[in-house]
């Protein structure tokens, strides 16, 4: 049996991104209601390809390429999907170097990406600081400190859905999914196809959050929780070690998604894509089909033109 390549992509406003080995492609709706598509190579770098070898240590290095990468195309999308095409020319004057943007959007999405860690990482802490007269000891601190990030992930995901950006965002992430879906389930990609598949998909990034919700538990239990300084420091120090091995165990829920007895080991993933992917419209789909065809086309281009220089 042919060996499918893996996909991935992420919702981008009013569109959708996907990641092939060779490109990033993405396809937004414009004011007009025609579709644009933006697309990136995808640059080989011998280091971060060897560090992609390495188990727990290619999940951070996929992660900060992700969050660069990723923010190149969400600029794309928030400074084109609301303008008219006939003020193109217009904006494109008003637009700084190509390098500038590429560099500070890169750098605004890791920075972004690495704030939203610490703050999710350590607001729970002094909750759970609070609360510890009435849980003093450090097995009760550390489930008190993950049921508090627990609850403040929920939440926040829970209101910013409640605006119509994201609501609409998250739409186009449950279209990435079933994009996904029927092409690993091997039907064409039409919109009744794709609509037909589910929004859920094993290898989402929300999974990973979740699981690094987990799998934090179970590493700070490693570690003392007093005093308050050394368990600060202890909890951004682990940080890459939570999202190294968060990242496997998303690898591993995927790979065994097939297996009956064990398909259950990604369902809190499942969960909270219940609450982060929303069934999006066929015209939302359209754009996401549109994305990944694109996609697929660079990604021949390019293989058809490294077998002709081999």
Known sequence: MEKRNIYGGQAVIEGVMFAGQKHYVTAIRRKDHSIEYFSV????????????????????VAILEASANGSKHL???????????????????EQPSKLTMVLGVATVGIL??????????????????????????????????????????????YFISLTPLVKRLFQYHGAEHKVINAFENGLPLTVENVQRQ??????CGSSFILFTVIIGVFVYMLVPTEP????????????????GISFEV?????????????????????????LTTKEP?????????????????????????QEEVV
């Open 41 to 60: 190579p995808r640059k080989t770098n011998e280091t971060l390809s060897l560090l992609k070898k390495i188990p727990f240590v290619r999940g951070i």
């Open 250 to 274: 998303l690898q591993w829920t995927n790979k065994l998604r097939n297996v009956p007895v064990l398909r259950f080991l990604g369902y809190p993933g499942l969960w909270l894509q219940l």
């Open 198 to 203: 589910s929004r859920l998909h094993y290898r």
């Open 75 to 93: 600029q794309f999308s928030s400074e084109r999907y609301d303008v008219d095409p006939s003020e193109d020319e217009a904006v494109a004057q």
């Open 112 to 157: 972004s990406f690495l704030f939203g860690k610490f703050i999710f990482t350590l607001v729970p802490v002094f909750l759970a600081e609070l609360a510890r007269p009435l849980f003093p000891s450090d097995f009760a601190q550390v489930l008190v400190e993950g049921f508090f990030k627990l609850l403040l992930l929920l939440a926040y995901i």
């Open 228 to 243: 308050l300084w050394l368990r600060i420091v202890n909890r951004l120090a682990l940080i890459p070690i939570v999202l």
């Open 281 to 305: 419209t066929n015209d939302q789909v359209e754009v996401a089909i549109a994305s990944f065809q694109r996609l697929l086309e660079l990604e021949t281009e390019a293989n058809e033109q």
